[in-house]
């Protein structure tokens, strides 16, 4: 499979480059040159296949000239180890829990896809792979779990001091294995800073090989597409037109519902639902695109101001607001509407849901006033214990901990202090990982 550059359709790369890389050089973002659609007989009987095979059957779709079939396999068995189940709420309603991986969020799927993808690339160097990666939280839980373990790859996190919830640095500090966490005395920027330079310093890049694993890499989106057909399958027995509601922030995930429709799967149309942060619902409405500074909210992993993605949902619609606004519709909503949505979705239904889930939900109950008739999927996107001090205080009552997270919790921090002085951290860097 062949990319090219949103800024150069003439810039082409391979999957490896594209992986490698992260970003073209010019700055655009990858994307695929062709979105294969997949075999009828498979879009006709998703119901015979488990979530494995719907990844594998897409997986080698796409990238049959890029990966052995055996290796395909391989991936997916490791990445794809947990289940997407799609839960009723009620005949028009189901949420869809994206929450059953290492790190309870859907970064997972992600994170260890890409970890795989990277590992089989790497197989032929003599070198390891060092992973750099400059976190505010959420981002670096899933790379650190989604890289753990894996062969070849060594993976660095850095983190600001301090700035990071309790938990969140529980997921960074007590991996251990190839997962190194660096705390820094700094702020996200500090962090983003060292890496920044890192990557263009030449005396650090020709004796470490260097990667990235940054959250627009074109390895994260492929994945996120299998859960849009296992949702699919699992709900189209009920034969209502099927719409995807997706919390969003960079919109990464939205994107990879419109990769999933460019390959055959008859989505109705997409909902970005939105906190405060409502840059893309304006464009929608209005045909006019303001990036600005985020806002902090109670759905904070969607406090983004300038999606990411942007660019991509754009390339799609070939930069037509027309042709977008057909497929997607957008709705925000703010933190008193969220909280009364998680009551009311606990005492209708007595199920328990995050702010990010209940920005989707309260999306599709406004798509629904004006199109009735559909089935609505609400992508849930993190376990509600991520966010445990708000969901418990918002619902008045103690939720329940999944066990790989009481572990962790209970497992010892180990961090590497570091200053914001790049020289401190390039010779901690060429000391740990030059040969
Ligand atoms: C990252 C994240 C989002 C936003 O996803 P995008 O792909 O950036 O739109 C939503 N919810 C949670 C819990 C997240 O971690």
């Not at 939205?254 to 409502?278: E, R, S, Y």
Request: aromatic share 10%; net charge negative.
């Amino acid at each position: 499979m062949q990319f090219y550059s949103t800024n150069n359709p003439a810039l082409r790369a391979s999957l490896e480059e594209a992986i490698f890389k992260g970003l073209p050089d010019d700055n655009g973002l990858f994307m695929p040159v062709e979105i294969p659609r997949l075999s009828d007989h498979f879009l006709q009987n998703l119901r015979n296949y488990s979530f494995q095979e719907i990844a594998f059957e897409i997986t080698r779709n796409l990238l049959h000239a890029d990966i052995p079939e055996n290796e395909i396999r391989r991936i997916i068995e490791t990445a794809i180890d947990f289940p997407a189940p799609a839960i009723k709420l009620d005949d028009e309603t189901y949420i869809l829990e994206l929450f059953h991986g290492p790190s309870l969020a859907f970064k997972d799927f992600g994170a260890r896809f890409m970890a795989q993808t990277m590992s089989y690339f790497n197989r032929k160097e003599g070198n390891e792979l060092v992973i750099l990666v400059a976190t505010s939280g959420d981002t670096g839980g899933a790379v650190a779990a989604g890289f753990y373990k894996t062969p070849g790859i060594q993976v660095v996190i850095l983190y600001p001091s301090g700035k990071v919830s309790p938990l969140q640095e529980k997921q960074l500090t007590t991996l251990g294995h190839n997962i190194t966490a660096l705390e820094v005395a700094g702020t996200f920027d500090d962090c983003q800073t060292l890496v920044k330079k890192a990557f263009l310093d030449s005396t650090v890049t020709k004796p470490i090989r260097l990667s990235s694993a940054n959250s627009i890499n074109i390895a994260r989106l492929i994945p996120q597409s299998f859960y849009y057909f296992e949702a699919y399958k699992q709900v189209a027995d009920q034969g209502k037109p099927v719409v995807f509601s997706i919390p969003s922030g960079n919109f990464g995930n939205l994107t990879a519902g419109l990769l999933a429709q460019k390959m055959g799967l008859p989505v109705a149309h997409f909902i970005a639902a939105t906190n405060a942060n409502d840059v893309v619902p304006e464009y929608l409405a209005s045909g006019a695109y303001t990036p600005r500074t985020s806002q902090r909210t109670l759905s904070n992993a969607m406090d983004v101001g300038a999606p990411s993605n942007f660019a991509r949902m754009l390339d799609i619609y070939c930069s037509t607001w027309n042709n977008m606004r057909q497929d997607i519709s957008g709705f925000s909503f703010t933190d008193a509407e969220t909280k009364v949505a998680m009551k009311e979705i606990k005492q209708r239904y007595n199920y328990i849901i995050d702010p990010h889930g209940a920005v989707g939900y309260l999306a599709f109950r406004e798509f629904q006033k004006t199109n009735p008739g559909h089935l609505g999927v609400v992508l849930e996107t993190a376990h509600p214990s991520k966010f445990i001090e708000d969901v418990e205080s918002i619902l008045e009552q103690t939720i329940e901990v999944p066990e790989r997270l009481q572990s962790m919790s209970a497992s010892e921090k180990h961090a590497v202090q570091m200053s914001t002085d790049y020289a401190d951290f390039k010779a901690w860097l060429l000391s740990r990982y030059t040969i």
